[in-house]
């Protein structure tokens, strides 16, 4: 069963900082994580996360595919992370994007205040390229990601079967 967390309202006096996740964050990434699988706004995962899967995720993230949070009023209340885009050595610099906000964070420009800071990561660590996949109704990452300087470069038709239908899934690229 999953944990349920209470966010802080997002008002315009929030003190919103944004750092380095930490071990002891995986409550909360894992939380924000499985709203985004309950909501069905941003990802094809059908099943939530454990607290295990959570561990083992973040043990796969390192120096050279950092995770970014979020935080307000003590509490994480969204995430970003650079991951490995596929394991072969010519994509070694490709990051696959993740991002997940707080319900009550959803359109609050809060993704654009982690995605401009991991995008300026990702060129320190010499990336070449940011690509995200991304469901065609999620209308606002669609017009964040366009803001951050992502394209359209496809559209994978019938990409996963998700509530017994097919769903397409739109490909972004960003050139760094």
């Not at 390192?62 to 885009?85: D, Y």
């Amino acid at each position: 069963m999953a944990r349920m967390f209470t966010y802080p309202s997002p008002t315009p006096e929030a003190e919103l900082q944004v750092r380095a996740a930490r071990f002891t964050d995986l409550p909360l990434i894992q939380d924000i994580h499985n709203q985004g699988i309950i909501d069905r706004v941003a990802t094809l995962d059908t099943e939530l996360r454990t607290m295990a899967d959570a561990q083992l995720w973040f043990k796969r993230h390192g120096p050279r595919h950092p995770v970014l949070v979020a935080e307000a009023g003590g509490s994480i209340v969204g995430w970003a992370s650079l991951n490995t885009f596929n394991v072969r050595p010519a994509y070694q610099y490709v990051a696959d994007l993740s991002i997940y906000l707080a319900r009550p964070w959803r359109g609050k420009g809060l993704g654009a205040r982690l995605l401009s800071p991991l995008i300026s990561l990702a060129r320190e660590l010499g990336y070449h390229k940011i690509v995200l996949s991304a469901f065609p109704t999620n209308t606002a990452g669609m017009r964040l990601y366009a803001r951050q300087g992502f394209t359209t470069v496809g559209i994978y038709k019938e990409m996963g079967l998700l509530d017994g239908r097919w769903v397409d899934t739109i490909i972004m690229e960003k050139l760094l």
